[in-house]
């Protein structure tokens, strides 16, 4: 966990030690362990969880940092099925919620105090991502009632109302949002930044285990949950095996280009083992989408050494990689090879995107609303196949939010990508720190190319360390201005 100095911590007030405040909170404490006991007797162990993040949220009043490191660990493992998605019936009320919501008031107690409340928010993160995306959430709320009845009937959509469908398709998914601004600002306000490189290690091991271990207690052949008819084989974690392939081809970029960054001989072997539990999750999840994300990354690395060294491991780790890796992989990544461009597509083109045409054109300018394939005709005539994104992450943009909103977003992440870049080259940081956001760019480099098959633009869970760096390069920027 993250420490600070003493005088790198702002409190909001101290109370005198006096023998009265001292039985209060004797008193207080028991009120609340007593009414914990009580929770957990009636809402069985959520309870506990939820008593942990209230304890965390007050540790997090002292220090919003905290809460920031606990996001870090426990926000990925949220999107699983493994973590509480409510507590007593009540939709959104969970741990992560709770801590989220303490942070960032936390974090707003702090930023009123000196003043820098106005600059909380980047304004290419506000006027290039979040208002379109917000306007076209706002657009999309009127169409509630036009969604197609078979994603209601079997559950692909947990809403039936105008609240229902701002809260899930605007408001959860603005949370990784809100997430990257509190890791910036705690970038920002931390002298040693790589302290954050623990919580994030940590991160990408209990995802990438979860799909290690849900695959050997499964008992399934690699053969078996390599076709295409076990697509759905990791779906019980939370997440589809493409989204946790395109988590961890991010997760690797970062990994890898830190690992050649650091000089420290433990650092690297931590980093190295953490790499090769990622690329095995990667290859579990037989996402062909995935499978072409890690080989430009890796393809990224090398070009980008300028030693001989480097390309020497580089083609080194990479034929150990090959040697390897089983033949169900090999199959599955050339699945519909020299059976035409829709078989290798797995029939998105000729049963998704060309059925996709006239909805395209119905509002090219400012689309449809966030998730307008729902109500989209190809869906509801069956022209198109019963599903709910197009499978391409630029045609999925058009559709929601028209070409504005498509140029506009791809505007932000080539800002992004400049701004990786920069920090990347930076002298004046640690060579681990110009790895990290050196592999974070070619991270963001391969989800922008594998996005044409796949994915999506607008926040998803799979994005979680993709907003983890850009919190980290939001905060590495704000400390240079204020410096």
């Given at each position: 966990m993250?420490?600070?100095?003493?005088?790198?911590?702002?409190t909001?007030?101290?109370?005198p030690?006096?023998?009265?405040?001292?039985?209060?909170?004797?008193l207080?404490?028991?009120?609340?362990?007593?009414?914990?006991?009580?929770s957990v007797v009636?809402?069985e162990?959520?309870?506990?969880?939820?008593?942990?993040?209230?304890?965390?949220?007050?540790?997090?009043l002292?220090?919003?940092?905290v809460?920031?490191?606990?996001?870090?660990?426990?926000?990925p493992?949220?999107?699983?099925?493994f973590?509480?998605?409510q507590i007593?019936?009540?939709?959104?009320?969970?741990?992560?919620n709770?801590?989220?919501m303490?942070?960032?008031?936390?974090?707003?107690?702090?930023?009123l105090?000196?003043?820098?409340?106005a600059?909380?928010v980047?304004?290419p993160?506000?006027w290039?991502?979040?208002?379109?995306?917000?306007?076209?959430?706002?657009l999309g709320?009127r169409?509630v009632g036009d969604?197609?009845?078979?994603?209601?009937?079997?559950?692909?959509?947990?809403?039936?109302?105008?609240?229902?469908?701002l809260r899930?398709?605007?408001?959860k998914?603005l949370?990784?949002?809100?997430?990257?601004?509190?890791?910036?600002?705690?970038v920002a306000?931390?002298r040693s930044?790589?302290?954050?490189?623990?919580p994030t290690?940590?991160?990408?091991?209990i995802?990438s285990?979860m799909v290690?271990v849900?695959?050997?207690?499964?008992?399934?052949?690699?053969?078996q949950?390599?076709?295409?008819?076990?697509?759905?084989f990791?779906?019980?974690?939370?997440?589809?095996?493409?989204?946790?392939?395109?988590?961890?081809?991010?997760?690797?970029?970062?990994?890898?280009?830190?690992?050649?960054?650091?000089?420290?001989?433990?650092?690297k072997?931590v980093?190295?083992?953490?790499?090769a539990i990622?690329?095995?999750?990667?290859?579990?999840?037989?996402?062909?989408g995935?499978?072409?994300?890690?080989?430009?990354?890796?393809?990224l690395?090398?070009?980008?050494?300028?030693?001989?060294?480097?390309l020497l491991f580089?083609?080194?780790?990479a034929?150990?990689?090959?040697?390897?890796?089983p033949?169900?992989v090999?199959?599955?990544?050339?699945?519909g090879f020299?059976?035409?461009?829709?078989?290798?597509?797995a029939?998105?083109?000729?049963?998704?995107?060309?059925?996709?045409i006239p909805?395209?054109?119905r509002s090219p300018?400012?689309?449809?609303?966030?998730?307008?394939m729902?109500?989209?005709?190809a869906?509801?005539s069956?022209?198109?196949?019963?599903?709910?994104h197009?499978?391409n992450?630029?045609?999925?943009?058009?559709?929601?939010?028209?070409i504005?909103g498509?140029?506009?977003v791809?505007?932000?992440?080539?800002h992004?990508?400049k701004?990786?870049?920069?920090?990347?080259?930076?002298?004046?940081?640690?060579?681990d720190?110009?790895g990290f956001?050196?592999?974070?760019?070619?991270?963001?480099a391969?989800?922008?190319?594998t996005?044409?098959?796949?994915?999506?633009?607008?926040p998803?869970?799979?994005?979680?360390?993709?907003?983890?760096?850009?919190?980290?390069?939001?905060?590495?920027?704000?400390?240079?201005?204020?410096s």
């Open positions: 993250m420490m600070a100095s003493r005088d790198d911590i702002t909001y007030g101290s109370f030690a006096s023998p009265l405040l001292k039985a209060c909170a004797i207080g404490i028991a009120l609340v362990c007593v009414l914990w006991g009580v009636v809402a162990w959520n309870a506990l969880f939820v008593g942990l993040a209230v304890i965390a949220c007050i540790l997090i002292i220090d919003f940092r809460g920031v490191v606990l996001l870090m660990l426990l926000m493992l949220s999107y699983s099925q973590f509480p998605r007593a019936g009540i939709t959104g009320l969970n741990p992560v709770l801590l989220l303490g942070t960032l008031t936390s974090y707003f107690m702090y930023a105090t000196n003043r820098s409340i600059r909380s980047p304004r993160l506000l290039l991502y979040a208002a379109p995306f917000v306007v076209a959430g706002i709320s169409h969604i197609a009845f078979f994603f209601v009937v079997s559950e692909q959509v947990h809403f039936v109302n105008t609240v229902g469908y899930d398709m605007v408001v998914p949370f990784l949002v809100a997430f990257a601004i509190l890791v910036g600002a705690a306000r931390t930044s790589e302290k954050f490189l623990v290690l940590a991160s990408m091991w995802m285990l290690v849900y695959f050997v207690l499964s008992g399934s052949s690699l053969r949950i390599a076709g295409t008819s076990a697509r759905e990791l779906t019980p974690l939370g997440m589809h095996a493409n989204e946790l392939g395109r988590m961890y081809v991010i997760a690797y970029g970062i990994l890898l280009f830190t690992w050649a960054g650091t000089k420290d001989y433990w650092t072997v980093l190295l083992a953490t790499m990622v690329v095995v999750a990667l290859a579990l999840t037989f996402s062909r995935s499978f072409a994300g890690f080989v430009l990354v890796s393809a690395f090398l070009v980008s050494r300028r030693n001989i060294a480097g580089g083609g080194l780790f034929a150990i990689v090959f040697f390897f890796l033949d169900a090999y199959e599955r990544a050339t699945h020299g059976a035409g461009a829709n078989a290798i597509s029939g998105r083109i000729d049963m998704i995107w060309k059925p996709l909805d395209l054109l300018l400012y689309g449809n609303g966030i998730g307008s729902l109500w989209s005709d869906v509801r069956g022209r198109s196949l019963l599903v709910t197009p499978h992450a630029y045609l999925q943009t058009w559709l929601d939010m028209g504005i498509l140029v506009l791809c505007a932000y992440f080539v992004v990508w701004g990786l870049r920069a920090l990347g080259r930076d002298p004046e940081l640690r060579g720190q110009r956001f050196e592999g974070a760019a070619a991270g963001l391969a989800f922008l190319v996005a044409f098959a796949d994915g999506s633009l607008t998803k869970p799979e994005q979680i360390f993709l907003w983890l760096a850009i919190g980290m390069m939001y905060g590495h920027r704000a400390r240079k201005v204020t």
